[in-house]
């Protein structure tokens, strides 16, 4: 990280090493920037919403070194270092779908898609936490996210096929390897 | 929405972080989770020229510890660590128990539970349980170390007594003495918001499962949490034979909450006596399951 003067526009810029969906990326910024922000303005990352920004909807959500975090309520500079994964970085390396996203698709988990990709991280990170959860447990991981269109039926069942596609996919991979 | 400007201090050490802490002080603030901070900035509601980020201390801010007294935590665990952590949970269940109502776990996985102690939100969980349990907080600065007992900590509502060159390092959360058991509870609007009245109990019986005490703590009543004694109450009397619905209703007259928004008075209060009924019983009762060496 290093610090650049600005004087002409009077405010503290840093250059930032972040890794985004796997890449490395240097960036200079101001430093009241959050990550959100960083990702979509100076990134282009535009996959990443931003809602209520403080907090409060989860449509920023995205992964930290794989944990959801809020990434309106994070400055980019202190994630200089870290693994960023956003909505971007979640389809497979052959480029399908992934499980989670896959699961959004076949139970109409999206209507607008405004909150899709908070849903999408914290679900995948979910899954990879619990890979069987109960529908009380699909329904509490998505407790802190908002959606003001397509109605929690449907999120919360993709949420539990998310779960089945991500086992069927493990024994696809094994028997494939098997053969 | 975006923060007002500042300058940003990414110290790599302690000592460090307390050497610009003490050199811009009134004007400085300590960045942790930044899960209360940074909403709050973004709100101008604070404007500090100085922002001290000690994300990056984990070598001498990390740490957890349990062993038979209690649990000390340092100010970069996180409130997700702090509830998975299972020696905590058997150690100190109050904890756990209450630390699964704070917000939702993506805040959790991000906000400190040190830097909730030092936020002194009248409506925040973990400044109700410090209290409950006599705990404390360790703040350090250039000036030296000292040791603040929890109910010196609170001084008014979103208001530690922290000097401005202080940084929290670590918090300590004892274990109760003897035959305990706790619960921990609370009613919200919708799950994971702050709560509209909640409460936490700590219940120690003797062998012939008589009280040896009762303290309540409650969550969004008080600008700084109070410990309500209930032990002369119920003291020598077998936990079965107390009258909880009672003791609710000695809690709901000893109670001035105010009412806002989100709740009147009389609601908390109606709130208050209902979690004080249900849970003393709860702790009670899980103070009779568990024996000494192995509670849950
Ligand atoms: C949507 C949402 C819902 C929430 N719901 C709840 C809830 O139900 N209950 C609840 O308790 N909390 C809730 N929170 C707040 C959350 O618990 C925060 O994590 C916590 O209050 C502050 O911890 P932090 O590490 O994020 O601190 P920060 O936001 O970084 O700092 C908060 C304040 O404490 C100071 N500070 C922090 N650490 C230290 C330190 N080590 N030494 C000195 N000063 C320090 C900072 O300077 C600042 O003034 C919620 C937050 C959000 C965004
Ligand atoms: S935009 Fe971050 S939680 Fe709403
Ligand atoms: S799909 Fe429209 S807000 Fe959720």
Redesign the interface.
Known sequence: MTSTDHTDVGEQHLEVRLRVNGMPRRVELPVRRTLCDALRQDLGLTGTHVGCEHGVCGACTVLLDGEPVRSCLMLAVSAEDHDVTTVEGLTEPDGRLSPTQQAFVDCHGLQCGFCTPGFLTTVSAFIEENPDPTPEEAREAVGGNLCRCTGYQNIVASVLRAAEIQKERATESTEGSDA | ????????H?PRTVAEALDVLAEHSTDAKV?AG??SL??VM??RLASPAH?V?I?RLTDELSALEVDDAGVRIGALVRH?RLERDEAAAARVPLVGQALRHV?????R??GTTVGSLAHADPSAEMPTVLALLGGHVVARSVRGERTIDAADFFVGPMESCLGYDELAVSAWFPAPEGRFGTAFDEICRR??DYAMCGAGVVAVLDEAEQYVSLKLSLVSVNDVPEVLDLTEVVRGTAYDEVDHAALGDWVRDRIDPPGDLHASADFRRHLASVLTKRLTREAAARAITTTEGARA
């Open positions: 929405m975006k923060t007002p400007k500042f300058t940003y990414a960045l930044g899960q940074v909403p973004a709100m922002l980020d994300n997700a917000a939702h776990p993506t805040i996985n991000r799950h994971g």
